[in-house]
């Protein structure tokens, strides 16, 4: 993909404490956005009837997503897809790229080869350059898809960054050779388990069952296997959040699919902000949400239907978060 790195940067790498929440994100404006049948083999989460016109409904709802994030003071680069080739998921950009507090940029190896061309090098570029990220260096993964290997970024791995910990649901798409690799380079310990859907089908991406901000964590324990399930449950305990469990109906209206960032208001100071499809918003009990709701210190809420019913993804798979220096 290029150099990402400048001189500085080699010479200079970033040591930062710990933090859970990313106050910038990458997003990436759908061009192409389509039900996209080669995913779908592995994502039961998409459904092919959508409207005639539902790019155009898309972009519609990737605007007024991004621009609600940034009314609430999230740094929000907005990298514009390419029309040509076309790019179906390129709306989901966390899936082949992640920046990490120590500089490190991250490139994954994707199963379908009609999104391993969403990798672009111009993109990374308006990343760093739009939130100020420092590059200090950049490991590539993306060599494993030669052998059938894949590791589809922060939608296989869904991240405690205080405890250092890497909960990974088995997957197609979540091999446990590049999830080794990635665990040994980035210094996390990596939490596997199966979990599976209401017809018994493998889950594809960890963060449709799983969430872990700062105060709480959203976990589909229904879908989570037997053997697996106490294992999982009690790390995220161990971690003095909130546990919010949810069932297989909630996790199929994106309910998990949540991230909470930080941001700062002029009056409030520093305050943590959770994001949620309104699909999601729905699918919460009364009570649940009085829960989730106490945990940060704003829940937004917005709509991407479309972008949910044909992509199999909802908000969270729509940033890709980028860790600044302070």
């Given amino acids: 993909m290029g150099n990402l790195l400048s001189a500085e940067a080699q010479a200079a790498p970033v040591r930062l404490a710990r933090r859970q929440c990313a106050d910038a994100v990458l997003m990436v404006r759908p061009a192409c956005f389509a039900y996209n049948p080669e995913t779908a083999a592995t994502n039961a989460f998409q459904h092919p009837d959508g409207p005639v016109d539902a790019a155009a409904i898309a972009r519609a709802e990737f605007d007024a997503f991004a621009g609600a994030l940034r009314g609430e003071g999230v740094r929000v680069c907005v990298a514009d897809d390419t029309p040509d080739?076309?790019?179906?998921?390129?709306?989901?950009?966390?899936?082949?790229?992640?920046?990490?507090?120590?500089?490190?940029?991250?490139?994954?190896?994707?199963?379908?080869?009609?999104?391993?061309?969403?990798?672009?090098?111009?993109?990374v570029e308006a990343a760093i350059g739009e939130t100020g990220f420092r590059v200090s260096r950049v490991l590539d993964l993306t060599a494993h898809e030669r052998e059938g290997r894949y590791l589809e970024g922060t939608g296989s791995l869904v991240l405690d960054h205080l405890q250092r910990l890497a909960y990974v649901c088995r997957s197609p798409r979540s091999d446990p050779r590049v999830l080794e690799e990635w665990s040994r380079e980035l210094g996390y310990e990596p939490v596997t388990f199966d979990a599976t859907d209401v017809a018994g089908r493998r889950i594809y991406h960890t963060n449709v069952l799983l969430s872990v901000g700062e105060r709480a964590a959203f976990v589909g324990t229904e879908a989570i296997a037997a053997a697996d399930r106490d294992r999982v449950l009690d790390r995220l305990r161990a971690t003095g959040r909130e546990v919010i469990e949810l069932?297989?109906?909630?996790?199929?209206?994106?309910?998990?699919?949540?991230?909470?960032?930080?941001?700062?208001?002029?009056?409030?100071?520093?305050?943590?902000?959770?994001?949620?499809?309104?699909?999601?918003?729905?699918?919460?009990?009364?009570?649940?949400?009085?829960?989730?709701?106490?945990?940060?210190?704003?829940?937004?809420?917005?709509?991407?239907?479309?972008?949910?019913?044909?992509?199999?993804?909802?908000?969270?798979?729509?940033?890709?978060e980028v860790f600044r220096p302070a």
């Fill in 247 to 320: 069932d297989r109906r909630q996790l199929g209206q994106f309910a998990a699919n949540v991230l909470e960032l930080a941001t700062w208001d002029e009056a409030l100071g520093e305050y943590r902000l959770l994001v949620m499809s309104a699909t999601a918003r729905h699918a919460l009990l009364p009570e649940t949400f009085a829960r989730v709701a106490a945990c940060a210190d704003e829940v937004l809420v917005v709509p991407v239907p479309t972008l949910e019913r044909l992509g199999g993804g909802s908000v969270r798979c729509m940033m890709a």
């Fill in 85 to 123: 080739p076309p790019k179906p998921d390129a709306v989901f950009p966390n899936n082949w790229v992640s920046f990490h507090a120590d500089g490190t940029v991250v490139l994954y190896p994707m199963q379908a080869p009609s999104r391993r061309i969403e990798r672009r090098q111009q993109v």
